[in-house]
């Protein structure tokens, strides 16, 4: 069945490093480039790992974008008609992105953003939760555990070839960060409180 939708909406999607967030995106832009729309890609200029004005994806898909500091900049570019917006590695932004999803979404755009939804501790990533809640749409990908083979939806991270410890700062400087895919039971992060405690469990 065919049900008529109008313009305007949130389509979020999440998952670990690896899972193909940056690839499903770019998958998209590509089919609305095709359809004539006018799309604007955006990404956090944190993110400069392969090229300074490109999305580019662990397997070397890419296409063109526009590096932004902050989220409101995104409002210097978008135009009368423009139609789609799309926003890569937006954890990475400051939490003005969520309001400016809405608005832009309340407005009649179609709005693609791709981000993490965990971060290394396996906790939810800044204002990722509130993305999730207020989109209409969520694909949740999962990437391979390196451990076990099975699909992973965490990021471990790796520090002077060690798991990093729960308290560690997002930044050290001088080490050598790495990052693999884990599943739930691989994932490591040594000094991390009991989740049922964390979680606000009640032990009586
Ligand atoms: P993300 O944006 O989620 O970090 P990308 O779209 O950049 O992911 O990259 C996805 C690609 O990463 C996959 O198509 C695959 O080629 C590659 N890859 C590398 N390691 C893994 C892994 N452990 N599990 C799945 N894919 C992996
Ligand atoms: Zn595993």
Same mark, same amino acid.
């Given at each position: 069945? @065919?049900? /008529?939708? %109008?313009?305007?909406?949130?389509? +979020?999607?999440?998952?670990?490093? @690896?899972?193909? /967030?940056?690839?499903?995106?770019? %998958?998209? +832009? /590509?089919?609305?480039? @095709?359809?004539?729309q006018n799309v604007i890609v955006f990404k956090p200029t944190i993110d400069d790992r392969y090229a300074a004005d490109e999305v580019v994806s662990h397997n070397n898909t890419r296409t063109r974008s526009i590096n932004i500091m902050k989220a409101a900049e995104i409002m210097t570019y978008v135009e009368k008609d423009t139609d789609v917006v799309a926003i890569d590695e937006v954890q990475f932004l400051d939490e003005e992105a969520v309001a400016i999803c809405e608005y832009l979404a309340d407005h009649g755009l179609r709005v693609i953003v791709s981000g993490l939804d965990r971060d290394f501790r396996g906790e939810p990533f800044s204002f990722m939760p509130r993305l999730l809640s207020l989109a209409e749409e969520v694909t949740k990908l999962s990437a391979i555990c390196v451990c076990c083979h099975t699909p992973a939806t965490r990021t471990q991270r790796i520090v002077n070839g060690k798991p990093a410890n729960y308290s560690d700062p997002i930044i050290l400087v001088g080490a050598k960060d790495t990052y693999e895919a884990r599943c739930r039971h691989c994932h490591e992060v040594p000094g991390r409180p009991a989740v049922y405690d964390a979680l606000g469990g009640n032990h009586d």
């Open positions: 069945m @065919y049900l /008529k939708q %109008r313009e305007g909406w949130i389509e +979020v999607i999440t998952g670990p490093m @690896y899972a193909g /967030k940056t690839e499903e995106l770019i %998958r998209r +832009v /590509k089919r609305l480039e @095709y359809a004539e």
